[in-house]
Structures are given as structure tokens and as C-alpha cells.
């Protein structure tokens, strides 16, 4: 059983599209040399044959790090490439069938934007929740009243759950110390570290900000 990380966390999504040019295993293998704690598969535009040559490849690179490996949306492919965990939006399946579908031992985690959506995501087993968007972003397109909700929105989830947080939406090695200094137990990010220069150094600023912010609390 692979545990999703208590604190410090710094959680990097896949992008291809938005990574510069460079392939995602090389962004992941450089995250990875940077010090990155998660990795989620993401590829939403990539045909499903893609993300499972792509989810195999970066099994193993994850597996040899001991950095668990997130699947988004399609608990299919979380189970086919044994994945540690599968992460769950508005539209996709319900927690209790992830965990139906992937056993008792799989990390499971849930977006959210409220305190309310939080607590009935705890209450349906989640282990974790990608709280945003936090920042304006262009990755994701969220509707107004969840989108910039700042580290105020985080201290509002942080208040109302006890399971950990990621905020999730424009954040960067600038903000991140914010983000977790307000309760969260790290940051998420897509183009702060595909779309970085040097994304190994990109992760070592992100791990070192939000190291900044639990400090602070």
C-alpha cells in the first residue's frame, strides 16, 4: 500500500501539449531528479492506447523513485497499468466505485472548490482533495465561483476536513510558501514545472516555497 504524502508535497500533473516541446517522460524525469512527491497522469486530449504506452512508462520511472503514480479521471487505465491511485472530478465516477474497482488500498483523491464538497468527498472516502483553482489559470476552465478562491479558499477546505490538500490553479514557486502556509499540504502544478526552463530546478524552487509555508504556520 503506497500512502499519499502527509506534508510538503509538491504534485506535478502532465501536460504534453504544454510542456515545451519536450516529451512527458523527460518532464517527469527531470521532476523526479528535481524531487517531486507525486506525479498524476494527466494527457486529457491523448487517445486512450497513448496514455497506456505513456501510463507504462512512466510506471516504472515511478516505481524505480518511490514517487506514486496518479491517473486522472479513468480508473481503467489506473488499474491496467497498476497505478497507486486515480484522481476524481465532477464528471467522473463516484470515490465508491474507484475503490470497488481498485481495491481498499488505492489512494483515491477528489477535486473540490468548497468546504462543502470537501466534507462529502471525505465522507465518501477520499484520501486526499485538489482544492482550486486557487490563481487565475489557463490550464483548467473552472467556473466563477471556482476559480481565483486564493489561499482564503484553502483555510476555509483546511478548516472543514482533516484528510490532506493540494491547491491546485496558477500556482507558482512565488505563491506556493501561501498556499501552504494556509493549511495545505502542497501544491499541484502543471505548467510551473513543464513549461520551466530547467524543470528539475523549477521542482527544487516549488519544494523549497511550499517547504517555506509549513514553516510559517
Known amino acids: 500500500m503506497t500512502d ?4 510538503g508535497v509538491v504534485y506535478l500533473v502532465t501536460q504534453a501539449d504544454a510542456s515545451a516541446g519536450r516529451s512527458t517522460v523527460e518532464i517527469v524525469e527531470a521532476a523526479i531528479e528535481g524531487g517531486v512527491d507525486v506525479v498524476q497522469l494527466r494527457e486529457k486530449d491523448s487517445p486512450a ?5 505513456l501510463g507504462r512508462e512512466l510506471r516504472e520511472l515511478t516505481a524505480d523513485a518511490g514517487v506514486p503514480l496518479i ?3 479513468r480508473i481503467d487505465l489506473a488499474s491496467a497499468i497498476d497505478a497507486d491511485g486515480v484522481h476524481l472530478g ?3 465516477l463516484p470515490i465508491a466505485v474507484a475503490r470497488e474497482q481498485l481495491g481498499p488500498d488505492v489512494i483515491v483523491g477528489r477535486s ?5 464538497a470537501a466534507v462529502a468527498a471525505e465522507e465518501a472516502g477520499a484520501d486526499y482533495l485538489g482544492v482550486g483553482a486557487i490563481y487565475p489559470t489557463d490550464s483548467k476552465e473552472k467556473p466563477p465561483e471556482e476559480s481565483d478562491l486564493g489561499a482564503e479558499g484553502i483555510a476555509a477546505v483546511r478548516e472543514a476536513v482533516s484528510i490532506p490538500i493540494v491547491g491546485i490553479g496558477g500556482v507558482t ?3 506556493a510558501a501561501d498556499v501552504t502556509a494556509a493549511g ?4 499541484a502544478v502543471i505548467t ?3 513549461q520551466a526552463d530547467d524543470p528539475a530546478a523549477a521542482t527544487r524552487d516549488l519544494g523549497d516555497a511550499v517547504a517555506q509555508g509549513v514553516r510559517a504556520r
Do not use: K, L, M, Q
Not at 499519499?4 to 506534508?7: I, K, W
Not at 495545505?184 to 501544491?187: D, E, K, P, R
Open 184 to 187: 495545505a499540504a502542497g501544491v
Open 112 to 116: 473540490v472548490a468548497t468546504p462543502e
Open 4 to 7: 499519499f504524502p502527509t506534508d
Open 90 to 92: 465532477d464528471e467522473d
Open 71 to 73: 491517473v486522472n479521471d
Open 173 to 175: 514557486s512565488d505563491n
Open 192 to 194: 510551473a514545472i513543464t
Open 49 to 53: 492506447s497513448d496514455r497506456y504506452e
